[in-house]
């Protein structure tokens, strides 16, 4: 493994692309929208798009850590960057709902894929105690292009930018580039990888090591983390449309700011973590995140409600990369395989919003109840605090 602090820009940059090709994955939320608009399609028709992207992490992520152990991660890399090219380069030819469909499927195998690979492989390139402030700028990087998306895509429909008869989906071309051009890079750089010990595990293998305590507490980690992300995004603008009777346009501006803050904790963590343990930021980040749920249980102001959505926002930022960094230096034998669990979780995305839904209309308390849900799982990361480990000379 190669030192942080001396692995080139040669290295980093191709990796780096490659975190920018994983924030792609965004672009279905308002990729359908807009194909919602186009065909005419009722909300749950038009929600399948984005259920799409869970249900592969679910179906892919565990198979992915054991395709590693034989093609190498940074292979595996490759191999998502093409597919995710597939499935940018199929909307050009129209927005029909079957290739939709087709295509963001192939979109989110494709993420699943990265997510899982990609990770690792950056541990080939930094030093461990570096390793989480590492993944955190890639959080950051990946954030880029989720923000972008909407943005080009509302560039290309008002024909502010040339959008060749495509309208909004003149997105996919220009996110097609840039996954060609991040193929290429990574293609051309050569990254050491350590070989794995031992034969390779199957798949009851891999699913045996949630046996292990320290790696089921870091899966459900990550379910918690993903669940509030999701949880946030969907229930904020609801919040203030029951609250204080907003309309849903302006509400929206409620997921803007849970993505800004998110951003910016991500970019600010990536320095802090260079500073500061693992476990003292990440308790700071759980501490945010507890005050912001208690805020939503009682405040009906919006500037209040406002300041709970970037607390939720920069106190989730860095949840996902401390836990992966944890279970990586944990059993670095096992890379592969833990990361693949831990993709995995990824699908806590499709249950929480389940619950927090059924919470929200059988308790009688609107979206309170929604909340509810969202505090045990800030509640879950607070008691993982106590789990972090502060060394890694043996499992436990």
């Known amino acids: 493994m190669e030192n942080s602090k001396n692995a080139p820009l040669s ?7 490659c975190f920018f090709a994983m924030g792609f994955v965004d672009l279905v939320g308002i990729a359908s929208n807009y194909v919602k608009a186009d065909l005419n399609l009722t909300d749950s028709q038009a929600n399948i798009f984005p259920s799409l992207v869970f249900f592969w992490f679910l179906i892919f992520s565990v198979p992915t850590g054991m395709l590693m152990n034989r093609i190498g991660r940074k292979k595996t890399v490759l191999l998502s960057l093409v597919i995710t090219f597939a499935s940018l380069l199929l909307p050009i030819f129209g927005d029909s709902y079957a290739l939709m469909l087709v295509s963001f499927s192939l979109l989110g195998i494709g993420n699943a894929l990265m997510q899982t690979s990609l990770n690792p492989l950056l541990s080939n390139i930094v030093s461990g105690e570096k390793l989480a402030s590492s993944l955190t700028f890639g959080q950051f990087i990946k954030a880029i292009a989720s923000f972008l ?3 080009i895509a509302m560039w290309g429909a008002t024909q502010v930018i040339p959008s060749f008869d495509l309208g909004w989906r003149v997105l996919f071309p220009i996110y097609m580039v840039i996954s060609i051009l991040a193929i290429l890079l990574l293609n051309c750089t050569q990254i050491a990888e350590e070989p794995e010990e031992g034969k390779p595990s199957t798949f009851t293998q891999c699913l045996a090591l949630l046996g292990k305590s ?5 899966f459900i ?10 949880g946030t995004n969907t229930t904020a603008p609801k919040i203030l449309i029951e609250r204080l009777g907003m309309t849903l346009a302006d ?3 409620a997921t803007s700011l849970y993505f800004i803050f998110r951003t ?3 970019l600010l963590g990536s320095f802090i973590l260079r500073k500061m343990s693992p476990k003292t930021f990440f308790a700071i980040s ?7 749920m208690v805020g939503l249980f009682i405040f009906h102001d919006l500037t209040m409600i406002y300041v709970c959505i970037a607390l939720i926002g920069f106190g989730n930022s860095n949840v996902f990369s401390i836990i992966f960094s944890q279970v990586l230096l944990y059993m670095p034998q096992k890379k592969n395989e833990v990361s693949g669990l831990m993709i995995m979780g990824l699908f806590g995305g499709t249950i929480f919003p389940l619950a927090m839904g059924i919470a929200s209309d059988t308790m009688g308390i609107g979206q309170s109840g929604a909340v509810a849900v969202m505090t045990v799982g800030v509640a879950y990361l607070l008691f993982y605090t106590l789990r972090i480990k502060s060394n890694f000379n043996r499992e436990s």
Do not use: Q, T
């Not at 980690?221 to 999701?230: A, Q, R």
């Open 221 to 230: 980690g990550i379910m918690c983390h993903v669940g509030i992300d999701v």
């Open 11 to 17: 290295k980093l940059v191709p990796v780096m692309l």
């Open 264 to 266: 910016a904790g991500c």
């Open 251 to 253: 509400a929206g501006f």
């Open 149 to 151: 998306a909407p943005y």
């Open 214 to 218: 320290f790696i089921l507490f870091s």
């Open 286 to 292: 759980v501490f945010c995140m507890l005050a912001a």
